[in-house]
């Protein structure tokens, strides 16, 4: 409706000492009862309006004083996320860095699994699981889906006599050892063993790939135990456990 399209605000809004005047400058007579409606609206919407006789500059809206700041941008950037939900990962104190490290991006699905190589468009034929060939290779799968995974997970639970594991998540998995009814060492001994399991499946998973190697259950458990035990008696604080104890899992 504006004649000169490119007049500034300053043309239509003039202001003298505090009052602001508008000053119109249509192409035709606002007849059109809906123009005239958002025209009242316009005008309730400016009511209020103030324009000061200052320069144009630029303005930080979210915060009150207006002026930009990084600090501002990155409390912006952060209000919009919600971090309620997420997975804090209890680091576990007697394994060594690497296997957290690994349950840590496994959780995350931030490891080369398969799927995760294709979505990055590296090629490698196909991106099955090399472990049951039959199902997409993703972290979820390899350590919660696969029947291959599963049979370890029972193998662990009649060694460690806990209940059969159970889980839907890689974080379900990775909080089982506090619903044990056990005492503390056993659940720390658990917490562990559960990630060493996965750091082994993915080892396995590796000699498979890059070594041609078959995949062998028994020889899978056999290094959970074995390196459970070096690690969990030089590591933890119960330095005084002894590898019978430790692979009948008594006195924990
Ligand atoms: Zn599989």
């Not at 209000?79 to 957290?100: L, S």
């Amino acid at each position: 409706m504006e004649v000169d399209k490119k007049c500034l605000v300053a043309d239509r809004v003039r202001s003298q000492g505090s009052e602001s005047a508008l000053y119109w400058n249509w192409k035709t007579v606002l007849v059109d009862p809906s123009l005239i409606s958002s025209f009242q609206e316009l005008q309730s919407l400016l009511e209020n309006i103030q324009v000061s006789e200052a320069s144009d500059r630029w303005c930080w809206s979210s915060n009150s004083a207006g002026i930009f700041s990084v600090k501002a941008v990155k409390r912006l950037l952060k209000a919009e996320f919600d971090y309620e939900n997420r997975f804090i990962m209890d680091w576990c104190k007697w394994i060594p860095a690497k296997c957290n490290i690994h349950a840590w991006r496994s959780e995350m699905d931030k490891i080369p699994t398969g799927a995760a190589l294709k979505k990055r468009n590296v090629q490698l034929g196909d991106s099955l699981c090399p472990l049951c060939s039959s199902v997409e290779e993703t972290s979820e799968h390899i350590f919660i889906a696969c029947h291959v995974a599963s049979i370890i997970r029972n193998g662990i639970s009649s060694w460690c006599k806990i209940p059969n594991i159970f889980a839907f998540s890689i974080k379900d998995l990775f909080g089982i050892h506090k619903e044990l009814r056990a005492s503390d060492k056993k659940k720390d001994a658990v917490q562990g063993i559960i990630m060493i399991v996965c750091w082994s499946i993915w080892r396995a998973r590796n000699n498979v790939i890059f070594s041609n190697k078959a995949i062998k259950v028994g020889s899978i458990i056999s290094d959970v135990k074995a390196l459970g035990f070096l690690w969990f008696v030089n590591r933890s604080k119960y330095k005084e456990l002894g590898w019978s104890e430790w692979c009948s899992f008594v006195n924990m």
